[in-house]
Every structure is written in C-alpha cells, then in structure tokens.
C-alpha cells in the first residue's frame, strides 16, 4: 500500500507540474500579445509568434556587400564597431553570398539576423533611409530647467 502511494504521489507532481507550465506558456503568449507581438494559433492549438512588420520609418534595404558604415550603421542595433565588423568581415571573405553569412560577423547573432534580415539584401543598392536621429539614439531628449 506505501507503494502505490508513492505511485499516486509521483503521478499528481506530474499533472501539477504539466498544468503549471501550460498556464506559465498562455500567460506568457498573453503578454507577448499584449506588448504589440502579434500571437497566432496553429492548427495544433499551441502558440506561434507571427513575423512583425518593420517600422515604417525603416522602410528599404542594406547591402551587405556594397553599404559604408554609415549605410550599415543605418540599421536598428548597428552602431560604429559592429559596422566595423560587418566591413573587416567582408574583406575577410570577398563578399556576402547569402544574407545569413552575415551570422559569421562576431557580436551578430540568430536573434539579430531574425530582426534584421527584411532589412538586408546581397545585390541592388542600398535603399534604407536613416531613421530619426532620436530612434538611432535610443534615447528620447527631455526638457531640462535651462531650457
């Protein structure tokens, strides 16, 4: 009989533990959602992430092959050393010969390939615009008391 208790016990930490994390994943879903991540149900029920749009003040593409510094620089999350990084790659390698190469630029990783990757080309010219010098920054400019 203390056996099958034991059994009992095991199977209820199972349930319990399953029920806490699919509610911690809807939870978690709930406020991807909420925070402007578009959510959309598979036919399976489980949630997948849907790509997002990029800002329009971002609209155009970089070439990793051609683009300056400053054109790369133009790009969210690129500052001066990882454009350095991009063009020391680049000479490294001759040229870019799939936009995922870019993955092989040290501080560049999935993450930020996932982001960048509408944003970024291997032919044509450079299109994308620079953004505000406020979204570059990162920062937003307040009023101070000398103003």
Do not use: C, W, Y
């Not at 939870?27 to 959309?40: D, I, K, L, N, T």
């Amino acid at each position: 009989m203390n056996m099958k208790k034991k059994k009992m016990g095991f199977g209820f930490v199972v349930l319990t533990t399953a029920l806490v994390l699919a509610q911690a994943a809807a939870a978690f879903a709930q406020g991807r959602a909420s925070r402007g991540v578009a959510v959309e149900r598979s036919s399976r029920g489980s949630a997948a992430q849907a790509p997002e749009a990029a800002p329009s003040e971002q609209r155009g593409t970089v070439n990793l092959n051609t683009a300056t510094a400053d054109e790369l620089q133009r790009l969210p999350g690129i500052g001066p050393s990882k454009a350095q990084a991009i063009l020391s790659t680049r000479q490294r390698m001759g040229r870019f010969a799939r936009v995922e190469d870019v993955l092989r630029v040290r501080g560049i990783g999935r993450a930020t390939l996932r982001r960048l990757h509408p944003m970024l080309s291997i032919e044509g010219p450079t299109t994308l615009s620079a953004p505000p010098a406020h979204a570059r920054s990162g920062r937003t400019r307040t009023a101070t008391a000398q103003e």
